[in-house]
């Protein structure tokens, strides 16, 4: 199985599982929410944040540009939203500057080529594509130039769209696959966490989870089962304006599944069978002699 190095962070097997805050557009455009959620991820022990980058002139469509819309910032056309959560230069220059006083990492899931551009001034550790990508050969080909590990969500995708995804990208090096369901929030039976084992043998690729569930255990199990990296995206509360709140987690939420998370890995230990030595005494005291 290969390893990916994020940052000098290894990923793969035997290595701790690398935890992701995905901030995505979690912070409605507002710098200030947007650093409050970096610190969150931070001190829960997060190993790096995501956020998604678009380019509204390149990825709106339009028939979608004139659509109306509620919005905390009034009755909006569907162009002017996406310009409104959008964060500027100056703005991601703020975000680079207080990962770095966190101690975190952090990147973006591009979802156009000048994004790509854009992404790419801040000497990021890797790019993320997003499920709703994966079929955009330009954009897995601009990706891929920009020299950095990749991981890809395979949401809304089936094995032939995969296979053709990482053909484009020249094959599986320096590829991390995250399993992922694409509903927000999923319900429990379309998790179908098993798929990890299949994309792995497929592959030979590090695997992990990115999940839209509003539960903390079936992340955890993903760890169980050899998710290497687990996405979830985070907010300050779920009952914020936005898409994609509801299907994150509070700071308390995220604090926990750090905690269960650790506590799995450290769980996992040996598949070697032996007596411990903790267990002596009680062969002694308790086990039945004849």
């Known amino acids: 199985m290969e390893r990916v190095d994020i940052g000098g962070v290894l990923i793969g097997d035997g290595h701790p599982c690398f935890v992701v805050g995905e901030i995505g557009i979690n912070h409605n455009g507002d710098i200030d929410i947007a650093k409050r959620l970096i610190q969150v991820a931070a001190a829960a022990g997060c190993d790096a944040v995501k956020f998604q980058k678009r380019t509204p002139e390149v990825c709106v469509p339009e028939a979608q540009r004139d659509i109306m819309r509620e919005t905390p910032w009034g009755y909006i056309s ?57 079929t955009d050969d330009d954009l897995l080909r601009r990706t891929r130039a920009a020299g950095r590990p990749i991981i890809l969500s395979t949401g809304m995708s089936t094995v032939e769209q995969i296979d053709a995804a990482l053909d484009v990208l020249g094959g599986t090096k320096d590829v991390i696959l995250l399993h992922t369901v694409s ?59 936005g898409s994609d709140q509801a299907a994150s987690l509070e700071p308390s939420g995220l604090t926990r599944l750090l905690r269960d998370i650790r506590l799995v890995e450290t769980s996992m230990g040996s598949p070697e069978k032996t007596v411990l030595e903790r267990e002596h005494a009680l062969v002694e005291r308790l086990r039945c002699r004849l």
Not at 98 to 125: K, M, Y
Not at 190 to 214: I, K
Request: one cysteine or more.
């Open 183 to 241: 509903t927000y929030p999923a319900r429990y039976d379309e998790l179908n966490l098993r798929v990890m084992a299949t994309l792995r043998e497929r592959y030979g690729a590090p695997v992990g989870y990115s999940g839209h569930e509003t539960g903390l255990a079936t992340s955890v199990a993903a760890v169980a089962l050899g998710a290497c990296v687990v996405e979830r995206h985070i907010t300050l509360d779920r009952s914020m304006w």
């Open 78 to 134: 569907y162009m002017e939203y996406r310009d409104r959560v959008e964060l500027d230069e100056e703005q991601y220059r703020e975000i680079d500057r207080h990962c770095r006083t966190q101690g975190i990492q952090w990147f973006a899931s591009c979802w156009d080529e000048p994004s790509v551009d854009f992404i790419e001034r801040f000497d990021v550790p890797c790019f993320k594509i997003a499920s709703a990508c994966l």
